[in-house]
């Protein structure tokens, strides 16, 4: 049976695959190009198949995708006189500064919304098989991580807290939720 989710994705632990999911949907009340969601549009791509396609989309410039997995950055100029490699480095520099302005307007985000975001891109910026979707996410955990003026958590700690064992999971849990 296929799975929306990329192949990469299906091999972590449940709890991992739980957290990506969490971060899905984006929040309510703010415009549909806001910075949030561009973001996001890109969290989507780098783990969920494009549904029109059935194929993974990790170029945060491909113009495919439509809105929910649509693209987070302007398409690159086929007229560049950059060589391939230097729209490269332009694209993930782009995407750096996405990350800068959606930080810089994090207070009109609800808070829960981008805690969601901060777990998921750890995931994402420990696990992900490749080195500049990897690199793009690890850079963004660290920067949100930073923000909020706390030290990330390493991927081992990560594995150990999000690794489908409960005991270890509310060894992490400060307020425990309580059957009604």
């Not at 891109?121 to 500049?132: D, S």
């Amino acid at each position: 049976m296929p799975s929306v989710l990329q192949a990469w994705v299906q091999k972590l632990t449940f709890m991992q695959q739980a957290v990506l999911m969490t971060a899905v949907r984006g929040p309510d009340g703010i415009p549909k190009n806001h910075k949030a969601k561009l973001l996001l549009r890109y969290f989507r791509r780098s783990f969920l198949i494009v549904c029109f396609t059935g194929e993974p989309i990790l170029d945060p410039a491909d113009q495919g995708g439509g809105s929910f997995t649509g693209p987070s950055l302007p398409p690159i100029d086929p007229n560049s006189e950059h060589t391939a490699e230097e729209d490269e480095l332009l694209m993930w520099e782009q995407m750096r500064e996405l990350g800068r302005e959606y930080l810089s307007c994090v207070d009109e985000i609800p808070h829960h919304f981008h805690l969601h975001l901060t777990h998921a891109a750890e995931i994402l910026g420990y696990k992900h098989p490749y080195a500049n979707v990897r690199a793009f996410w690890n850079w963004f955990y660290l920067a949100a991580v930073n923000d909020m003026h706390f030290f990330p958590e390493s991927e081992a700690l990560m594995d150990t807290r999000l690794g489908d064992n409960e005991a270890n999971w509310r060894a992490r849990e400060e307020v425990v939720a309580a059957a009604p």
